[in-house]
């Protein structure tokens, strides 16, 4: 029942024309940044208030579908509201409210060129996410998914000169190659051998799978064709994009590209396999052994990174791969600390990735190496840094430790225990040596006449950054309302 007697097709229609009808008068119009930041600030609240009013009633728009496209025969552009993209919805919607916040004083702080261009692609990677969080068929996903990379590959070339172009173009190339050569066929091949590519509760896998490796190769296919998710060998060009502003690194790591790999990650295993019968995918053990050598992996390349922005992203690397191994667990609490850590990684890592973008904006420094005393000069964007590293590393108080418990939960009940346990503590204990060592050095006394000339930073980016650490403790306290959404995917918690 309707409460509110709100069509759903209106609303679904309205979260996926406000960022793309934002990107367009920002391109039309040609307006002074003023304006800009007045359109986009407008756009993204309407956008995220629109979210949160269908994410607190959620149940008068579940099942709604809305198909307003045929693409092929039996085949349509499909949208429909779905607990998992609900909560990505949210995150994204959420994230680009702040980043915008943030922007505004690091822009122009760091007299950054192309505003214009920058916000107008900025609008557009947000249409693409919302549209993927609402896609209800594969070839609606690959279809945004694709729009994504394109949208983002002018932000990762934002600075234009050769570094920034070179790692743009690792960025398109390896994002394009794995989406066609691999999504794409597993797409292909799903709609041959099942007759449908539409999410489904329970998976469309007919119940006797028949050959169970045939399916493991098909898991793995999509696995490695939504790369966005960063899992090794295909990783590569998520450092690469680092060359971008740091507005930019964050929408990549925390609210936009690397959020659409895992998210799809999650909602194929859940609607395209089913849980139960993803466990009794052969090739499924492949996939928990790829994604545990990328946590550790990513990790010791993290532990030897000096600058700040490569381990950031090293990390990232690694925090992805937790989802992927919680996803490939084949359970019911693996898949909730998947969608849980999908929350908790994104305002977390966000946090770290502002921490990055305020010592450069007020220091002009980027090696770990030179940031000695950083935290006597800038305590609290270092106290936000130290949250944002106890989430990622999943100590009690943050977010990071309700997702790592449902996680451990999830391996007692898998196969693998022993491995996987030795994996969540190794991992954990790298995560605190390339984390904490640098908090500890950023409060020692400076050399002298290093970090004299600290630059006072816009409030913006001071709000943004407190905000997305405050709510990092804020879901340790209240997991409940991500949790009482994922129990409307079948999930019993």
Known sequence: MNTFNINPNLVLTLLICLPLTNALLLW???PRLQVIKILTVTFSTILFITSLFVFVNFEDFLNYKYAP?????????????????LIFMLVASSLWVINTFYSFGYMEKNKEKNLKRFYICFSFAIFSTVSLALANNLVTSFIFYEILTLTTFPLVAHHGNDKAKKGATTYLFILMSTSIVFFLVAIATTWITQGSITYTNGGILSDNLGNPIFYGFLYALFIFGVSKAAVMPFHKWLPAAMVAPTPVSALLHAVAVVKAGVFLVIKISIYIFGILKVENINISGFITFISSFTIIAASFVALYS?????RLAYSTISQLSYIVLAT??????????AIFHLVAHAFGKITLFFAAGNIYTATHKTEISEMTGI???MPFTLLCFLIGSLVMIGLPLTSGFVSKWFLISGIIQHEMTTLLVMVI???????AAYFIPFVYRAF??????????????PKSMIISIGFCALFSLYLFFDPGIILNIIRLTGIVI
Do not use: C, M, W, Y
């Open 328 to 337: 490939s667990l084949s359970n019911f609490f693996g898949i909730i600390a």
């Open 375 to 377: 935290g006597r000069k």
């Open 425 to 431: 503590i190794l991992s954990t204990i790298l995560n």
């Open 306 to 310: 000096d600058n700040l922005k490569r």
């Open 444 to 457: 020692q006394k400076p050399q002298k006449n290093e970090l004299s000339n600290i630059e006072k930073l």
């Open 28 to 30: 039309i119009l040609n």
């Open 69 to 85: 496209i045929q693409i092929f025969e039996n085949i349509f552009l499909e949208f429909s509201f779905e607990p998992v993209g």
